[in-house]
Nanobody, 116 residues
């Protein structure tokens, strides 16, 4: 079955960096676009970044442009989110996502806390 497992979250000081990973299984990663979302308490999930199945194009939320980079390694079944210049507003649970046949699949998320 489709599985997405996020890792790499944690606590970091403002201005710091983190690299999130998403390990996937149960489907052919190279056939699907992949996304990272984030969610804070009381808010819906926000699209952070999306990358085409072959890595040829990516899009970002305005709030993370120039700071975050999404990438993928289809041969390793992994998707990444490099996050630089982190600020308190980036504190959230980050989720990996794939839409297959109109169904959204999610991992359990990895929490990111940005504070002194």
């Amino acid at each position: 079955q489709v599985q997405l497992v996020e890792s790499g979250g944690g606590k970091v000081q403002p201005g710091g960096s983190l690299r999130l990973s998403c390990t996937v299984s149960g489907f052919s990663l190279g056939s699907y676009d992949m996304s990272w979302y984030r969610q804070t308490p009381g808010k819906g999930r926000e699209l952070v970044a999306n990358i085409r199945n072959d890595g040829s194009n990516s899009v970002y939320a305005d709030s993370v442009k120039g700071r975050f980079t999404i990438s993928r390694d289809n041969s390793e079944n992994m998707v990444f989110l490099q996050m630089n210049s982190l600020g308190p507003m980036d504190t959230a649970v980050y989720y990996c996502n794939v839409n297959i046949g109109g169904l959204d699949y999610w991992g359990k998320g990895t929490p990111v806390t940005v504070s002194v």
